[in-house]
């Protein structure tokens, strides 16, 4: 078989079209929970606790930065030697530790798991009541021709008394 024809009969299988639809599904439906994160429930739990945005919850780690370099400055002008001490670069953007978008994505994490396991359980549910129900008694199967012939002859016989 080819690579192609092997690769055609793989793409085309139902579970794999089935994972595609649930691929494209679970990112919308993801964006759904940012949104529900982002929008609901983040605005009133930011105003108990004093109109903080957790995006914007950050440590500047600039101060660490520039401790390091104003060392490092000083041990090159101790062993070079220089009068003076050694100019300033310029200006470099601020670093900052973002730990208020991580905790928005484990709220996010968390609202989605819980989301899938009630999903989870839903179907789990139905399958159940899907095994649980009765099942339809099977039509009495066709006799047969022995069994046919047999009755005839019976009835053959009640005719003759």
């Known amino acids: 078989m080819g690579f192609i024809k092997e690769f055609k009969a793989f793409a085309v299988k139902g579970n ?10 679970g990112g919308a439906f993801g ?6 994160v ?4 983040m605005p ?6 004093g109109n ?5 919850l950050k440590v500047d780690l600039s101060a660490v930065r520039n401790a ?14 220089a009068d003076g001490v050694v100019e300033k670069a310029a200006e470099v953007a601020p670093i900052y530790w973002n ?16 989301c899938v396991f009630l999903m989870v359980k839903m179907m789990n549910k139905l399958i159940k009541k899907e095994e649980a129900k009765p099942a339809a008694p099977a039509p009495a199967p066709a006799p047969s021709k022995e069994e046919v012939l047999l009755t005839e002859i019976r009835d053959l016989l009640k005719e003759k008394k």
């Open 52 to 56: 903080t945005d957790f995006s914007d």
């Open 99 to 114: 730990y208020g978008a991580f905790i928005q994505q484990c709220i996010d994490f968390l609202i989605l798991a819980f």
């Open 16 to 25: 794999v079209m089935d994972m595609a639809v649930g691929v494209i599904i």
């Open 31 to 36: 964006k759904i929970v940012t949104s529900l």
């Open 38 to 41: 982002n929008d609901i429930l």
């Open 68 to 81: 390091i370099s104003s060392a490092g400055d000083a041990v090159v002008n101790a062993v070079a030697g």
């Open 44 to 49: 009133p739990i930011s105003a108990l606790m």
